[in-house]
């Protein structure tokens, strides 16, 4: 399978350092005896101990000899989600050829350390990090809309919902109004619910959404039954809240929208962290060939 951007990130994260052997393991014991680093000899009996592995992100490599001071150059890379390749000419010419080739691979284990097979099976462990330059990525929020993306405005309009998500016969998902009420008058007529539960569920296809031409997003609902016209009229004066089709909205909780990079997006204002990473609350708006749009856990259609 190939490496996706996102596995060579986590890869280049993962390698770039200096690494140094940790320990040896004898496969042909019985109980796979550990054996300390300074066992890593070569087979005259050179010492291999002192040797360090410094991978970096531009994707050369550097073997030191801290027995001698030697140093040489190579070249890295990535061949799986957990495997990795360098290559050097000479090892310090402490190595055969053969041996040489089987060093150079090596695979990630399950404890974060780095494994590879001569003879034994050597471990190394990363004893210092290296320098990773964190890639920035543009936020849809910082990216200003050119001109002629300005003048992108099919979207505007206002929407009524078309499938909330919700549970009917069992299955929680998107449903139309008919679908949910009549699923409901099943269950009303069976005993299994109440018609005040019906009308809570109903709450959210009363809903309303604009898009306007200045690019905000609006929210409509339905007047609160326990709110008197005289309040309604006195919030609407004072600039709180605005009537339309009998329902209300709020200036003040509108959220933006906008067309760039040849998409919509809205501004959910929604904060979010996934594994560690903070997630844009702009959200892809994309009308399908009816012009329904996915909004939240809604899909709207226009009025």
């Keep these: 399978m190939p490496l996706d951007a996102n596995d060579l990130k986590k890869g280049l994260k993962f390698l770039v350092g200096t690494w140094g052997i ?21 087979k005259d009996g050179k010492d291999l101990s002192q040797i360090t592995w410094e991978f970096f992100e531009d994707h050369t490599m550097k073997l030191k000899n801290g027995a001698t001071g030697e140093e040489e150059k190579g070249t890295w890379e990535q061949v799986s989600d957990d495997k990795f390749k360098y290559k050097c000419d000479k090892f310090f010419s402490l190595l ?25 099976i050597i471990r190394m462990k990363k004893t ?13 929020g910082d990216i200003k809309p050119t001109p002629e993306e300005l003048q992108k405005k099919e979207i505007v309009g206002r929407y009524k919902v078309y499938k909330a998500l919700t549970c009917v016969d069992g299955k929680f998902d998107l449903f ?29 296809f009363n809903a309303m959404i604009e898009f306007t031409d200045d690019h905000k997003v609006l929210e409509y609902s339905m ?24 329902m209300i909205c709020s200036d003040e909780e509108a959220k933006e929208w906008k067309y760039v990079k040849g998409d919509y997006y809205y501004n959910s204002g929604e904060k979010c962290v996934i594994m560690g990473e903070v997630q844009s609350p702009w959200k892809k708006l994309t009308p399908d060939s009816n012009g329904r749009i996915e909004f939240r856990m809604i899909i709207l259609e226009r009025k």
């Excluded at 210092?128 to 849809?140: M, P, Q, S």
């Design 128 to 140: 210092a990090e290296g320098v990773v330059t964190e890639e920035k990525v543009l936020d849809i």
């Design 96 to 120: 055969p050829p053969e041996t040489l080739e089987q060093i150079q691979e090596l695979q990630k284990d399950m404890e974060g350390g780095l494994v590879f097979n001569m003879l034994f």
């Design 22 to 42: 940790d320990f040896l393991v004898n496969i042909f014991s019985n109980n796979l005896d550990h054996l300390p680093a300074s066992e890593f000899k070569s």
């Design 223 to 246: 007047i609160p039954p326990d709110v008197s016209k005289e309040e309604i009229d006195e919030a609407v004066a004072s600039g709180e809240v605005k009537v339309v089709d009998g």
């Design 176 to 204: 139309t109004r008919e679908e949910v009420e009549a699923d409901a008058k099943k269950k009303i007529a069976a005993g299994e619910m109440k018609q005040a539960e019906l009308d809570d569920t109903m709450t959210i």
